[in-house]
Structures are given as structure tokens and as C-alpha cells.
T-cell receptor, first 110, second 113 residues
Framework: QKEVEQNSGPLSVPEGAIASLNCTYSDRGSQSFFWYRQYSGKSPELIMSIYSNGDKEDGRFTAQLNKASQYVSLLIRDSQPSDSATYLCAVTRLLNQFYFGTGTSLTVIP | ETGVTQTPRHLVMGMTNKKSLKCEQHLGHNAMYWYKQSAKKPLELMFVYSLEERVENNSVPSRFSPECPNSSHLFLHLHTLQPEDSALYLC????????????FGAGSRLTVL
């Protein structure tokens, strides 16, 4: 069983729409959850972190965590072409053990 | 320089070569990581060096050898690699306290002929 699972996509949304990215994880002891964005040919960059159940909003981004369902999601409101990238979900339980999903490719169509 | 710097950015080597990848962080972090990124696969944790521990992924072949001389520098020594080792190798660092977040370097794109 994979530690972190994501739908690889590609996911296409029109400009201005809401993009919804989903992630499930297998370790119930996971404590920290992250979304990274990776543009083609670039390294991953952190866009959101979430540590407790519920929603966390930062600008156009909202992360949602449901530990009972072992589910993390990222919503991008008012999607822009510049949001087109691969989004990586990461979880960690132990201090140094970060596990990543394969990423979801998002394309925002102008 | 700031952030996490990796050199070289691109490397082409033959299977009999010996080369090294270098990573340097200027963030005052105390943990450094090597990840391998291959197409359609999750980032694979290879090695971690921190004040608390050194972690090695047992599935990483011995032809990859890490070295961490201090908390700011990390090397990945490469020896007799295989074509399937061609990938993007990412270095990351993490602060010892505060937010448990990784900061990545730009990566070293390795091609093994």
C-alpha cells in the first residue's frame, strides 16, 4: 500500500473556476500535512501546511484535513493559468519521515 | 546566496564514472535530505542527516554514497551508476525547530549513459 495516494490527473479547469485536488494517506499516526507546487523543470515549493482537522485558508488556497478519513485536499479558487503545475501532497509522522504522493497535474485553461 | 543551492544542475555520466552532487543550504537548518524524483513516481527519500539521526533508505543501492561534513553541506557520491538511475536528484533542508517544513533546492538532473 502506498503511503500517500493522489490522482495523477491531468486535471483541467477553466480560468476562474475552483480546482479541487485530493490526497489520501495510509498511516493513521501522520501528524503533518503539506501541499507543494512543482512547475515543470523546477523544484517543489511549499504552498500550504495543515496540522489539525478542518480548513485552513491562505489567499486563494484552502487546505482541508480529515484525519478520520485520512484525507487531505487542496482547493484553489479563481484558478489562474499561472496555477498550472503539478501539486504534490506530503505527510509526515516522525520528524524526518516525509512521504510524497506522485502528484496531480493541473492545467488551467485561459 | 540564500536558500538551498545544488550543483551541478545537469550531469551526464557514463556507467563507469565517479561523480558527486553537492548541496549547500544557507538557511541555518539542521537537517538535510536527498530525494530522487523519477517520472510518474513519488519522490523517493534516499538519505537524511539531522542532529537526531542519520536515516538511510535500505532500498537505495550502494552505488549512491552520502556525505554530510557539516549541517550546511551535503554530498551524494555516485559510482558505477546504471541508466535507470537517471533522474532528478533533489536536496532539501529542514529547520531543527519551528515549522516542520522542507525547503528544496533546484535539483540536479542526472543522465547515465
Amino acid at each position: 500500500q502506498k503511503e500517500v495516494e493522489q490522482n495523477s490527473g491531468p486535471l483541467s479547469v477553466p480560468e476562474g473556476a475552483i480546482a479541487s485536488l485530493n490526497c489520501t494517506y495510509s498511516d493513521r499516526g501522520s501528524q503533518s500535512f503539506f501541499w507543494y507546487r512543482q512547475y515543470s523543470g523546477k523544484s517543489p515549493e511549499l504552498i500550504m501546511s495543515i496540522y489539525s482537522n478542518g480548513d485552513k485558508e491562505d489567499g486563494r488556497f484552502t487546505a482541508q484535513l480529515n484525519k478520520a478519513s485520512q484525507y487531505v485536499s487542496l482547493l484553489i479558487r479563481d484558478s489562474q493559468p499561472s496555477d498550472s503545475a503539478t501539486y504534490l501532497c506530503a505527510v509526515t509522522r516522525l520528524l524526518n519521515q516525509f512521504y510524497f504522493g506522485t502528484g496531480t497535474s493541473l492545467t488551467v485553461i485561459p | 546566496e540564500t536558500g538551498v543551492t545544488q550543483t551541478p544542475r545537469h550531469l551526464v555520466m557514463g556507467m563507469t564514472n565517479k561523480k558527486s552532487l553537492k548541496c549547500e543550504q544557507h538557511l541555518g537548518h539542521n537537517a538535510m535530505y536527498w530525494y530522487k524524483q523519477s517520472a510518474k513516481k513519488p519522490l523517493e527519500l534516499m538519505f537524511v542527516y539531522s542532529l537526531e539521526e542519520r536515516v538511510e533508505n535500505n532500498s537505495v543501492p550502494s552505488r549512491f554514497s552520502p556525505e554530510c561534513p557539516n549541517s550546511s553541506h551535503l554530498f551524494l557520491h555516485l559510482h558505477t551508476l546504471q541508466p535507470e538511475d537517471s533522474a532528478l536528484y533533489l536536496c532539501a533542508s529542514r529547520p531543527d525547530s519551528g515549522a516542520n517544513v522542507l525547503t528544496f533546492g533546484a535539483g540536479s538532473r542526472l543522465t547515465v549513459l
